[in-house]
């Protein structure tokens, strides 16, 4: 069974740093392009980040771009999501999902963590 | 970049079909596929249909998805609705940059 676990999640001060970890299990997670995407209290989703299987191609969202880093450890089965300058704008639920090989869609998505970006 | 359009709330009775409209505002829907999603309160979301109209496994077949080039826009159609279709769900596109678009949202309503 496919597993996304999310974690690392919780209140972090305007400018204040935070690392996602998403745990992966039940498939070979190192054939998989893996993403990130928010959800803002009450608001719709948005795309946050990918990285592609080998970690050779890495996208972001303008939002991000500059202040958030995507990475994966496959050995550890695991995606990362290191935000830096945090803004309360960035206060979401975050989700990592699971990429269909060669789609740029998703089929598995996690519980997602909850971020919180207040003084 | 485009932005992907969708209605803010339809609804309809139990045993009816809906259909939702996912319209693209700058370039050819028929560019890249697209994916709906379903998400009920409180729940991570789900997949119910990808590339255009194709159903996961477990998805019954009273979803399905359609893109129309004349209309720009991509359907997601629900047939004998059960109350258990009540949720939000989103379209999702991306663009030559691989930057992923999701439409803005839409809630049925099953009454």
């Known amino acids: 069974e496919v597993q996304l676990v999310e974690s690392g999640g919780g209140l972090v001060k305007p400018g204040g740093s935070l690392r996602l970890s998403c745990a992966a299990s039940g498939f070979t997670f190192s054939t998989y392009s893996m993403n990130w995407v928010r959800q803002a209290p009450g608001k719709g989703l948005e795309w946050v980040s990918s990285i592609t299987s080998r970690s050779d191609y890495i996208y972001y969202a303008d939002s991000v771009k500059g202040r958030f880093t995507i990475s994966r450890d496959n050995a550890r089965n695991s995606l990362y999501l290191q935000m830096n300058s945090l803004r309360a704008e ?30 | 970049n485009f932005m992907l359009t969708q209605p803010h709330s339809v609804s309809e009775s139990p045993g009816k079909t809906v259909t939702i409209s996912c319209t693209r505002s700058s370039g050819s829907i028929a560019s890249n596929h ?64 691989n930057q992923v678009v999701f439409g803005g949202g839409t809630k049925l309503t099953v009454l």
């Open chain 2, 34 to 97: 697209v994916q709906w999603y379903q998400q009920r309160p409180g729940s991570a979301p789900t997949t119910v249909i990808y590339e255009d109209n194709q159903r996961p496994s477990g998805v019954p077949d009273r979803f399905s998805g359609s893109i129309d080039s004349s209309s720009n826009s991509a359907s997601l159609t629900i047939s004998g609705l059960k109350t258990e279709d009540e949720a939000d769900y989103y379209c999702q596109s991306h663009d030559s940059s």
């Open chain 1, 90 to 119: 960035d206060t979401a639920v975050y989700y990592c999902a699971r990429e269909i090989h060669s789609t740029v869609s998703f089929d598995y998505w996690g519980q997602g963590t909850l971020v919180t970006v207040s003084s």
